[in-house]
């Protein structure tokens, strides 16, 4: 009888070993980022910078463009929950608002040009909330309603559709109630329930007959834009006063007078790679300070156990 073989390697499948050469071919030499979700922000950050330059060698819809591409979403997720935090208070699931979220990144990676020497996470940003933000006003309900009646609503206007085009008319209200198998009450609250999905504008008139000219005019207050701005800017204000001088020169060449990191290296005597690293981290520690709750007492020191930083030479 012949003697099993030991420490037999098991044979990779075809699928497996296309996997393989699609990963090869699309990193190029770059490292293989095994868990890319656990990787720090530094880290991502640098990765992200080669991986984005690689994306742009590659030809798009290929699978090794698909590869690079979500692997550079799976580095960057933590910016979606980041900015998903902003709406923790909503009614709607967090997992719903960090897909959407994700959505708002994949359009950010699709159109980020790495050659602008603009962080990505800055660039980034403000596609994913502005996303979060079109989902809430495409699916919040004017009127809160319980969720009963907001999966009624849902079922009645398929079962809308589905008859007009079976019966050539809109369907009654019996025939509603059969087909969705429900009473002809349920039937009614459901579309009474529908009223509060939108709500209609005040200047709207109150009977579709009645001209434009008849409607009664209010003056109401408009959301004011700016709001949004100067709260976050209140929030920074102690954060940034903890920075050194050095620090708060390099925002203020970025963000004010809008230098690329090349510019304020030249300015300040740094290479542009200096100035890279340290605005990463001028910028994670302010991300850092938003998220984290104000101290009882008011100071604006550093929190309890956090270790003091040495001013820059």
């Given at each position: 009888m012949?003697?099993?073989?030991?420490?037999?390697?098991?044979?990779?499948?075809?699928?497996?070993?296309?996997?393989?050469k699609v990963r090869r071919t699309a990193l190029d030499g770059l490292p293989e980022i095994s868990r890319p979700r656990e990787v720090g922000t530094d880290d991502a950050q640098t990765l992200s910078l080669a991986l984005f330059r690689r994306l742009a060698e590659l030809e798009e819809g290929g699978a090794e463009h698909a590869y690079v591409r979500n692997?550079?979403?799976?580095?960057?997720?933590?910016?979606?929950?980041?900015?998903?935090?902003?709406?923790?208070?909503?009614?709607?699931?967090?997992?719903d608002i960090v897909q959407v979220g994700t959505i708002g990144l994949i359009k950010a990676i699709n159109r980020f040009d790495v050659e602008r020497e603009v962080e990505f996470a800055s660039f980034a940003l403000p596609t994913i909330v502005g996303e979060m933000k079109r989902f809430f006003r495409d699916t919040s309900w004017a009127v809160q309603v319980p969720r009963r009646l907001q999966e009624l609503r849902i079922s009645l206007a398929k079962a809308l559709d589905v008859l007009e085009q079976e019966l050539g008319r809109r369907p009654t209200t019996a025939e509603l109630a059969a087909y969705l198998h429900v009473s002809e009450e349920e039937v009614a609250?459901?579309?009474?329930?529908?009223?509060?999905?939108?709500?209609?504008s005040l200047d709207s008139p109150l009977d579709e007959d009645e001209p434009a000219t008849n409607t009664v005019v209010r003056r109401l207050g408009m959301e004011e834009r700016?709001?949004?701005?100067?709260?976050?800017?209140?929030?920074?204000?102690?954060?940034?006063?903890?920075l050194d001088e050095r620090e708060r020169t390099i925002l203020r060449l970025r963000f004010g007078e809008e230098l690329t990191q090349s510019e304020i290296g030249a300015r300040l005597g740094?290479?542009?790679?200096?100035?890279?690293?340290?605005?990463?981290?001028?910028?994670?520690?302010l991300r850092t300070g938003l998220l984290e709750d104000p101290p009882d007492d008011g100071a604006t020191g550093p929190p309890d156990g956090a270790p003091a930083r040495a001013k820059a030479a």
């Open positions: 012949s003697t099993p073989r030991r420490n037999a390697v098991p044979a990779r499948s075809p699928a497996a070993t296309d996997a393989q692997t550079l979403v799976e580095l960057n997720l933590s910016l979606v929950k980041f900015a998903a935090r902003r709406f923790k208070s909503r009614t709607e699931p967090m997992e609250e459901g579309e009474q329930a529908a009223n509060g999905y939108a709500a209609r700016a709001f949004d701005l100067v709260e976050s800017l209140e929030s920074l204000k102690p954060l940034i006063a903890r740094l290479s542009q790679m200096h100035i890279s690293r340290l605005l990463a981290g001028i910028l994670e520690r």
